[in-house]
Each structure stands twice: as C-alpha cells, then as structure tokens.
C-alpha cells in the first residue's frame, strides 16, 4: 500500500468520525455542488440515481426542521452548518432517458412496476448514494453526523409537501468539533460480522 492510499484510508475511515459538535464555520456552496459531483459519480442500479437532497442552512430552515427532530438531535442540528436531508424521488423512473439513454423504455417498464416496488428500487439506491455523501463529504474535508433520530413523515410534509421526494437520513455537515469527540465505539470483528463461502 502506497503512503498517499493510507493517508485516503484515514481520511475517509480510520481517524474520520461522527460530530456531534460543530466549529462555527460555513460550509459554502461550492462545497456543496461539489459534494454532490462526487456523489453522482457513485454506482446505482441501472444507473437510476433517485438520491436527492436538500441542504438545510439558513436559520429559517433550520427551525422549520427541528420540531421533526427527536429531542436529543436538536443541538445537534442546528449547531451544524449544515444539514443534508437525504431523500429518494418516488418518480426518479422520468430521468431514466436521461440517465440510462441506451434504453429510453426503462422509463416506461418502471412506471408500469407496483409503485411499491419503484419504491423500494429508489429507497435502496438512494440510501447507496447517501453513504457516498457521507464518504465524498470526507474525501473533501468536511466533517458528517448522520442522523436517523427525526420524524420522516413530519420532515417530508415541512420540506417535500408534494409528496415525491421521501426522506432517508439527516446528515449534518462541516467542521466538527475534535475536543468533544467521545471514544470510538467498538465495531465486530470480521468473524463476528463475515463469512466467506
């Protein structure tokens, strides 16, 4: 292994941990559509790409999100810079002449798919795509605290009133705060979470 290769490997998972407290420090835009021309790079399934997000910064947002929050993820929040609100398109199936443009009828087969299946395809690959936020936000310096602690059904009808996009996972961004690191948890051994057949 080369030294640039280890020095990724801790960049992205050895020294890299979840945040809980923030350095007052903006995430700027660019950062963000970065981020996201980091993530679409990522492979999904047929090339579907349903991840969509919405990066959540401004004080109004910010208060418009927290009463979804359970109550321990509040400081969290809005102590962040930001906050990405991960989420799958029910309707990703309309880009797939963009997206899989050798076969333009994928459109057409997955609109004909039980919607609960479409749903299921789309949720899969986007929460996919979520861990290559969470990776690419790493591989550009950023700090992440992902979070499942938050009502979905009351973050979607604030956010995505409409009904299409569905949320996955809160993942707040920016500098972390070092010095309020706790321990790393323990992980399983290979043997405890691996077989080889």
């Not at 992205?12 to 559509?33: I, M, Q, Y």
């Not at 899989?100 to 919607?115: D, I, K, T, V």
């Not at 973050?155 to 972390?176: C, H, M, R, T």
Request: net charge neutral; aromatic share 8%; hydrophobic share 45%.
């Amino acid at each position: 292994m080369t030294a640039l290769r280890a020095d990724e490997l801790d960049l992205l998972f050895h020294e890299a941990r979840t945040h809980s407290a923030w350095l007052d420090r903006p995430v700027d835009d660019a950062v963000l559509r970065q981020l996201y021309d980091l993530v679409r790079k990522g492979p999904t399934g047929a090339n579907t790409q349903p991840l969509r997000v919405a990066f959540v910064r401004s004080a109004d947002a910010k208060e418009r999100l927290k009463p979804a929050l359970a109550p321990l993820n509040v400081a969290k929040m809005m102590s962040a810079p930001v906050t990405a609100i991960a989420a799958f398109d029910v309707d990703f199936h309309e880009k797939m002449p963009k997206l899989f443009p050798a076969r333009p009828e994928m459109r057409e087969q997955l609109a004909a798919a039980p919607p609960e299946d479409r749903a299921r395809r789309a949720l899969l690959n986007a929460t996919l795509q979520t861990g290559y936020l969470i990776l690419a936000a790493r591989a550009l310096g950023l700090d992440c605290g992902p979070m499942g602690g938050f009502d979905n059904a009351k973050a979607d009808a604030i956010f995505f009133p409409e009904g299409q996009w569905k949320s996955i996972l809160l993942v707040n961004l920016g500098y972390g705060d070092s010095t309020k690191l706790f321990p790393r948890l323990p992980r399983l051994d290979f043997d405890e979470a691996c077989r080889i057949l």
